[in-house]
């Protein structure tokens, strides 16, 4: 049972290449997020998915896109890098009756030069 | 954005102390979590309240939700070299299914 797992680890992008952050959850869940950490600001919801087949914006969606693929996936996608989205990007999970306690995967660090 | 006030921002402690630690804001909200994130993880859920006055306990970790709804607590008994991370509260308002509003963390340190 490896929970949420997230791919690639690390990456490094120059300006306004494209590029698809992966999340893949074995719990079941129906609801899966994308979150961006930077330092001393906590965590910001950038997309969530409340169920199979829908997607909303969260608090920072401008230069993301999102694909829920099925209930186990849940793709996040930058079209044009751009430096201000260096960043570590979660993915997590909950299931429906406890939508509130989320389950995180490991992060992607992202540099965007 | 909209974030909780969670002080302190860092805890420099001896181990065998106790800690304590909060989050407060403006608004009520219906739901509060406790999440630890150690360097390079993603972070991992402690506690979880749902009821307002409530006190819950995980191992050496306390929480309790803030009667008025605005605030919630954390405290940790006797710290170990392995409580150092950084602790982030997160709240769900009344008018969200799916939205947390988290916290910018409080860094523990063990004094060496």
């Known amino acids: 049972n490896a929970g949420v797992t997230q791919t690639p680890k690390f990456q490094v992008l120059k300006t306004g290449q494209s590029m698809t952050l992966q999340c893949a959850q074995d719990m079941n869940h129906n609801s899966m997020y994308?979150?961006?950490q930077d330092p001393g600001m906590g965590l910001r919801l950038i997309y969530y998915s409340a169920s199979e087949g829908t997607?909303?914006?969260?608090?920072v969606p401008n230069g993301y896109n999102v694909s829920r693929l099925n209930k186990r996936e849940f793709s996040l996608?930058?079209?044009s890098a751009a430096p201000s989205q260096t960043s570590v990007y979660f993915c997590a999970s909950s299931s429906r009756g406890s939508s509130y306690e989320q389950y995180f995967g490991p992060g992607t660090r992202l540099t965007v030069t | 954005g909209q974030q909780l006030n969670q002080s302190p921002q860092s805890m420099f402690i001896q181990e065998g102390e106790d800690v304590s630690m909060n989050c407060t804001s403006s608004s009520?909200?219906?739901?509060w979590l406790w999440y630890k994130q150690d360097p390079g993880e993603g972070p991992v859920l402690l506690i979880a309240l749902y009821k307002a006055g409530e006190l819950t306990s995980n191992g050496r970790l306390t929480a309790q939700f803030g009667i008025t709804r605005k605030d919630s607590?954390?405290?940790i008994s006797a710290s170990i070299p392995s409580d150092v991370g950084i602790y982030f509260c997160a709240g769900l308002r009344p008018d969200s299914n799916y939205q947390l509003i988290w916290g910018a963390g409080t860094k523990l340190i063990i004094k060496p």
Do not use: H, M, P, S
Request: aromatic share 22%; no cysteine.
């Open chain 1, 34 to 36: 994308w979150y961006r």
């Open chain 1, 55 to 59: 997607t909303d914006k969260g608090e």
């Open chain 1, 77 to 79: 996608r930058l079209e």
């Open chain 2, 28 to 31: 009520i909200f219906n739901t």
């Open chain 2, 73 to 75: 607590f954390l405290n």
